[in-house]
């Protein structure tokens, strides 16, 4: 299981960092990712972190003020938000995947997910 925590109101321009704890073995992990998700929308890629390698990617509208690195068995994938801007208002999820097929953008290749933590990012 994953949780998702670190979400709360934060003004524009200002930072978060998300954390996500999972309980059970991590061992056979691909990959790891933040996505997130507003009403009406469709869940959009935030960043992946390859499990072996720490090889990590972006969404487009995140690079260079996202970082998600890989933690400890607490806090498996941080995600440290930089300069954060009134659209990245959102529910942020963690996600974890075994299977090695597929890109790590791809919210459909991800097998387990956590509840999500709200981030509110005001102008």
């Known amino acids: 299981q994953l949780q998702a925590s670190g979400g709360g109101l934060v003004q524009a321009g200002g930072s978060l960092r998300l954390s996500c704890a999972a309980s059970?073995?991590?061992?056979?992990?691909?990959?790891m990712g933040w996505f997130r998700q507003t009403p009406g929308k469709e869940r959009e890629f935030v960043a992946g972190?390859?499990?072996?390698?720490?090889?990590?990617f972006y969404g487009e509208s995140v690079k260079g003020r996202f970082l998600i690195s890989r933690g400890n068995a607490l806090t498996l994938v941080p995600l440290s938000m930089n300069s954060l801007k009134p659209e990245d208002t959102a529910v942020y999820f963690c996600?974890?995947?075994?299977?090695?097929?597929?890109?790590?953008?791809?919210?459909?290749?991800?097998?387990?997910w956590g509840r999500g933590t709200l981030v509110t990012v005001s102008s």
């Open positions: 996600a974890a995947r075994y299977g090695a097929r597929g890109s790590l953008d791809d919210a459909q290749t991800y097998e387990y």
């Open positions: 059970g073995s991590t061992f056979a992990i691909y990959g």
């Open positions: 972190i390859h499990w072996r390698t720490s090889t990590v």
